[in-house]
């Protein structure tokens, strides 16, 4: 028996085909999504609705990434490949700096320190999943013309080929996880975890916590037992700045397996402010990947973002 009812008022949110109805004193449903509150996150009567189509809408994760196209920086760089024991086999740890000037940005490499074959004889990677975590992270040469502009900006595999194709495609696993990822075979459907098609395949729970002395809602979603086959998002946490809602940290861990290829990738961001700019100061990457028609590679990738101008 349902003990106590939360106030209606809780759940009143003005948008179309969706409805939040009370299931018990910590529970709700919207739409097909359950979501289990924590008793501080009813306390706060938080709209729960509004909360969850604004992390279906959010950009600000994917903006902080763009926002390094615009501003310097320096990295630390850390790449390891390694073998089906985890040990190492070939790496690169480096430190870098951005340098934004004129509308245009560089990178210099400032110390290199090289492992193994992590090199061809070309300086380009032996390894294709270091050579695309390289493509996003690493500028070769000048690059002009760009903003931080994220409206109307969509991914999309249209027209590319090869390794062109394999980047853009990355750039949705690390840049916009949770939403659905065209051009993947057999997986796109299975990507677009706010989907109520998808999002009953979940069990979801807010919790307000503190994450590095900022005041967080912290979004919860688990597959359940049942449906692990059935999905690529096995897990996501991102915190929530509870006064301007944007990303502070997110941790995400995807997996799939299609016979022709698989993958298992564990991905960890935090977030820092520079002035008004929202950038990530922490990338982590941890991957095991069989793509077609290539050899099986383990990775660890480190990012480290600091001194921001």
Known sequence: MIKKIIPAFFFIFAFNHCRAQAIGDSTISVGKKIITLSEVVVNNKLNVPAFIERIKNDTSFYKAFRNLHILGFT???????????????????????????????????????????????????????????ASLFFTKGSICGEDNIVAGREFSTKGKSGMEKNKEQLKMLFFNPGKRINGLPFISNKTAIYDDEIADKYDMAIDIEMYKNISCYLFTQKVKQDSKDRVVVDEMKTWFN?????????????????????????????????????VPSLIRYVGNWKAIFKKRERGIFTATLFDFN
């Open 75 to 133: 990295a630390i760089n850390d790449i390891r490949m390694n073998d089906a024991n985890g040990r190492m086999v070939a790496g690169l740890h480096s430190k870098t700096k951005q340098v934004r000037a004129n509308g245009c940005r560089t990178m210099q490499t400032l110390e290199e320190v090289i492992t193994g074959d992590i090199y061809n004889d070309k300086q380009q990677f032996n390894f294709y999943t270091a050579q695309m975590y």
């Open 242 to 278: 509870d006064q301007t809602f944007e990303v502070v940290a997110r941790t995400y861990l995807l997996s799939y397996n299609a016979g022709v290829y698989d993958f298992k990738v564990e991905m960890e961001v935090e977030m820092t402010k520079f002035g008004g700019y929202l």
